[in-house]
Structure formats: structure tokens, C-alpha cells
């Protein structure tokens, strides 16, 4: 069976290995516009089921008090985000801590495989096709996991986590009904992934230099009129507020990843009353890229590019895992810019705001700002639904049942607070209202994630023991940061939310292997609009789009469309 998938998957890679890889850093929650509610049917394809069976089956397994009466091996993917003096993804305290909890609880041995974040989905691809992907294998791209379902390369998760349920109860507990089947098929029950869940909503935030608003004798801007006007500002006081480094003036950066760093941008041009129905039609794109309104976002792009208010060589540089961008926030060049909301503050010594302060002074500070109204005057944002990453198991899965026992071990409250802030006086410290404070880890301590997110994979977002405590120490849990910062921009990333709904029509087929290629096709679009003159932007922007949709995007949002129309009628909202 592992060499006839390997064979299979390795030839369908020849002919989708131009498909470029994922790159875009969306830690806090890729917008999945499939979003939905209606119930789903609880019947399982037959075929589909069959198809995708592991190679062993576990019906025999023998477990004993939670413990499998034999040792049993699985592997399990996470990335390597290749931070500079952090510690190895595969091998640290955090990994070891799993590694006996799981040895101890279950009987099983865990291996981690390191994944490079930045090329995921085509190392993923890679892995796939050559048989070799870990037991346990984690992705924002749902696209990819429905291309290697359909050629029968994922296991279908229906019928375990049903005949396995008492065996998972912090799996169930934490992520409930509503994540473990968001992506199970209504008609023919297939379930090829289960959601991860965010603990916290925020998506992203604007950030601006408070230091130059101060220095100006500026106020945090409130509209786009007024955010434009201290661009201007910036632009035009670079002797003043760079001295002999005024050439390096960036008063907005973004980078080629345009689309997420122009989100709150972005959701402002878009209807605030806009349909379920409409959104999730056009919805494909997770950076909103076939939404009504877009066009027009990135036409302010384009005019502030073309007057000198944007880094002139942000499409030069890959959006993942290229420092430059982040070099120069660190070194105080840049006035503003969107990403996502505690970005600044990430890292804790290393964090560009920790560098900002060090380099420049004690005053230089980047704060949270909400300057983009909508046409009802709020400022409506667009984020997820209470969903994550995607984790999936290959059909050369032999483990099921362990695997589950993984996922159900890393859902449980003490272990998911253990990985988030480690031991106390080392990585933290507790204060005495309860709440806890983050701590500058070295060495082995060292998270390469925020919160540990990369072992975390059912959790993303502070989730402590008690509630409250989560709660009074989300703006703790950044190292060397004025908890302040932390509250405001958290505040603001989710004012005015528009929280994504669940919608279940079934499999599109018109989505499947489309996830990288259009994505790589918008950011082309994106970047080639915002640097063009003026005068050509139209032009690039219509004819680019034209190409999107001819290479599949209109194929994409007329299906759905009529899936939508044949599920749910004449309705154009879901219920709450």
C-alpha cells in the first residue's frame, strides 16, 4: 500500500510541482473564508473510507488503562522557523516534556520532523509523494490536504474519532463538536482534517512610531484621510526624525505578502453589510482578493507608493522568512505599518520593539492605531472562525489511534499550560494576583514560536488552567513589554470583528490543487498593481485579475455558488 501511494502521490507531484509553496506568516489565524453551520450528515463514503484506510488496522489494538500494552512509535511534524539563537524544533525541553508525558501516559515513542515554516506546503508536497511524511502533519493550506485526499493519500478521520471518542476526552472537551468535524463533508461524511481552535481571535493590528507622532505634534490618526496626512509627514520630516539616516525613511512598509499587510486597509473598502452568502462566494482567497472593495484598497496603495509613503523595494523581498523588513523596524526606520497584531512585540529580546528601544532610546515605541472606517463609519474587521491550523494524518500511517492519543494529550489543560509557559522561574513567573508573567528564555527554554504554537497544534492563543488567569496574563506573556502596549492592540484587533461562520456545502471540486498556485498569482497581481504608475494601474490590476479567474478563481466561486444556493436556498445569512 506505501508503494502504491508513494508512486501515485510522486506522479501527480511531476505534474503539480510548479505549484509554488506557502509562505505567508499568518500565526495568529489565516483567514479561512470557507466558513459555516449546517449540520453534518453522519453517514461516511464507503469508497472514500476504503481509499484512505490506514495500512494496519487498530481494531485489535490492545490498551490497557490508557496504555498501549505494546510501545508504539509515531512521528510528528513542526517547523523549523529557523530563528537565529533559538533552539532546535526537534529536540529542546518542550519536546522532551512530550516525549515522556506520551512514553509515560500511552506507551508511545514521539519523533518530531523538523519542516522549514516558510516552505511547508512544498515540503509537505515533497513528503507526500516520496511516502515519507510524519504520522501527524499540520498545514494552514487546507487545498493541499483535499488534493491528496482525492488521490487517496490522507486518512479519513470520520469513523476513528468516533469509535475512539472515550479514548479522547481532552481532545472532544477542548475542541468540541463545532472544530473536530468543521470540515467533514455533509453528504458523504468524509472528515480529512481535524481544526486546530483559536484561544484568541486577533488577526492583525496597524502599528505606528508614537515617538514621531509625538515629536510631530501628531495625534494617532482615526481615518484614512488623517493616517495618509502623517504618512505625508513622516515623509516630509525625515531630516528631523532620522538625521543623517533620513535616505532610509520607510513612513509605511509593507511586504510582498500584500494582501495580509494590508488587512485593516483592505476590510475597510468592503461592504460592511456584505451577504454570508457573497462573502463566502467570493471567499476562496484568504486575503480577500476577489472581495468587492479590494480593487479600491489597493488603489490607495498604489497612489501612496507612487508618492514615496511605501518601502520602494518591499516585492524584492519574499514575504516569509527574509528579515530585511523586519531589520529595518529594528533599526527605526520605519513610521508604520499592518501586520499581525502583537508583531512588534514578538521575541522577546529579539523583538523589534525590544531592538527599536535599545537602538533609538527608552521613547521609541510602536502602539496599536484603528485609523480605517468602513462606510458606516466602524471599523469592521474580517477575522476567522474560531479555527487554525489544519492536522491531518497520510495514509502511511500506521498509528491512528496513537496518533489521536497524541492530539488528545496535547489538548489536555495542564500539558497545553505547561508548553505555553514553561517552568517557573525559568521561562516565567508567577505574580501574586495568579497572573503570569513572561520571562526572556535562553537555551534550550527557548519557544521558536509564540506560546509554543508549533506543539500546541490543537491550541493557538493563550489557554492557562483557569480562565482568568489566561485572560490577566495574555499582555504578561511578551517579555520585556509594557503589558499596555499588549492590551491596546489586542483591544483593536478585534473591535468591530466580523467573526467567519462555518459553512458546510461540501467539497469544491474546483478548488482542489489550486491552493499556492492562485495565491502566488494574487501576490504577483498585488505587488506588479501597487508599484505601477498611476496611470497604468487599472490596466495591471484588471488584467491580472482577469488572469486569476480564468486560471481557476471564477471556477472556484461559481461552484460555490451553486453549492451554497443547493444547500441553503434562497438564504443569504447564517445563523449566529
Not at 499592518?338 to 525590544?354: A, K, L, M, T, V
Not at 476567522?384 to 496518533?403: C, H, M, Q, W, Y
Amino acid at each position: 500500500m506505501k508503494k502504491f501511494i508513494s508512486v501515485l502521490l510522486a506522479c501527480c507531484l511531476v505534474m503539480t510541482s510548479f505549484s509554488a509553496c506557502s509562505k505567508k506568516e499568518e500565526e495568529t489565524s489565516a483567514d479561512t473564508s470557507k466558513d459555516v453551520t449546517k449540520p453534518a450528515d453522519s453517514s461516511s463514503s464507503n469508497e472514500a473510507t476504503a481509499t484512505a484506510a490506514p495500512t494496519e488496522s487498530t481494531e485489535n489494538a490492545e490498551v490497557v488503562d490508557g496504555k498501549f500494552v505494546n510501545t508504539r512509535k509515531i512521528t510528528v511534524e513542526v517547523y523549523d522557523r529557523g530563528n537565529d539563537g533559538g533552539s532546535k524544533p526537534e529536540d529542546n525541553v518542550y519536546t522532551k516534556y512530550i516525549k515522556e508525558g506520551m512514553l509515560r501516559d500511552h506507551n508511545v515513542e514521539v519523533e518530531f520532523i523538523a519542516v522549514p515554516r516558510w516552505t511547508e506546503v512544498e515540503q509537505i508536497n515533497n513528503l507526500l509523494a516520496a511516502g515519507d511524511a510524519p504520522d501527524i502533519c499540520v498545514t494552514y493550506d487546507y487545498a493541499t490536504i483535499q488534493t491528496y485526499a482525492g488521490m487517496g493519500g490522507v486518512v479519513n478521520l470520520s469513523s476513528y474519532v468516533e469509535e475512539y471518542k472515550d479514548q479522547l476526552p481532552n481532545l472532544w472537551n477542548w475542541l468540541g463538536t463545532r472544530n473536530i468535524y468543521w470540515d467533514k463533508d455533509p453528504i458523504n461524511g468524509d472528515l480529512w482534517a481535524i481544526e486546530a481552535k483559536l484561544a484568541v481571535m486577533n488577526r492583525t493590528s496597524t502599528f505606528v512610531r508614537k515617538d514621531w507622532l509625538d515629536k510631530l505634534n501628531l495625534q494617532a490618526p482615526t481615518t484614512i484621510d488623517e493616517f495618509e496626512a502623517m504618512l505625508v509627514a513622516f515623509r516630509d520630516n525625515a531630516d528631523l526624525l532620522l538625521g543623517a539616516d533620513a535616505d532610509k525613511m520607510v513612513p509605511f512598509s509593507i511586504s510582498s505578502d500584500v494582501g495580509w499587510r494590508c488587512d485593516h486597509l483592505s476590510g475597510s473598502f468592503i461592504d460592511p453589510d456584505i451577504t454570508d452568502k457573497d462573502y463566502y462566494v467570493n471567499g476562496f482567497d484568504d486575503r480577500r482578493f476577489t472581495q468587492p472593495g479590494t480593487k479600491e484598497a489597493i488603489r490607495v496603495l498604489n497612489k501612496w507608493y507612487n508618492e514615496g509613503l511605501i518601502w520602494k523595494d518591499f516585492a524584492m523581498y519574499d514575504a516569509a522568512g527574509d528579515t530585511t523588513e523586519d531589520n529595518m523596524m529594528k533599526a527605526g526606520y520605519v513610521g508604520s505599518f499592518i501586520h499581525n497584531w502583537d508583531y512588534p512585540y514578538r521575541n522577546g529580546e529579539d523583538s523589534i520593539q525590544s531592538n527599536l528601544q535599545r537602538l533609538v532610546g527608552e521613547d521609541a515605541c510602536y502602539i496599536a492605531i484603528e485609523p480605517f472606517k468602513d462606510s458606516k463609519g466602524t471599523y469592521t474587521k474580517y477575522l476567522a472562525g474560531p479555527i487554525d491550523r489544519k492536522v491531518f494524518f497520510p495514509t502511511t500511517n500506521d498509528e491512528p489511534l496513537a496518533s489521536l492519543m497524541y492530539l488528545d494529550w496535547i489538548s489536555e489543560p495542564e500539558n497545553i499550560q505547561y508548553l505555553q509557559i514553561g517552568e517557573e522561574g525559568i521561562t516565567h513567573v508567577t505574580l501574586d494576583d495568579g497572573s503570569i508573567q513572561t520571562l526572556a528564555a535562553t537555551d534550550d527554554n527557548i519557544m521558536n514560536s509564540p506560546l509554543n504554537i508549533d506543539y500546541t497544534i490543537t491550541c493557538n492563543g493563550m489557554n492557562l488552567v483557569d480562565p482568568d488567569i489566561s485572560l490577566k496574563s495574555r499582555a504578561l506573556s511578551y517579555a520585556g513589554i509594557d503589558s499596555a502596549l499588549i492590551e491596546v492592540a489586542d483591544k483593536i484587533s478585534t473591535h468591530d470583528g466580523h467573526i467567519g461562520k462555518n459553512v458546510q456545502v461540501g467539497k469544491i471540486e474546483a478548488e482542489e490543487g489550486l491552493g499556492t498556485s492562485l495565491s502566488d498569482k494574487r501576490d504577483v497581481v498585488l505587488c506588479t498593481s501597487v508599484t505601477a504608475s498611476v496611470e497604468d494601474f487599472d490596466k495591471i490590476f484588471d488584467a491580472g485579475m482577469d488572469d486569476y479567474l480564468k486560471s481557476g478563481g471564477q471556477a472556484v466561486m461559481d461552484e460555490r455558488k451553486v453549492k451554497w444556493e443547493a444547500t441553503y436556498g434562497d438564504a443569504t445569512q447564517l445563523p449566529e
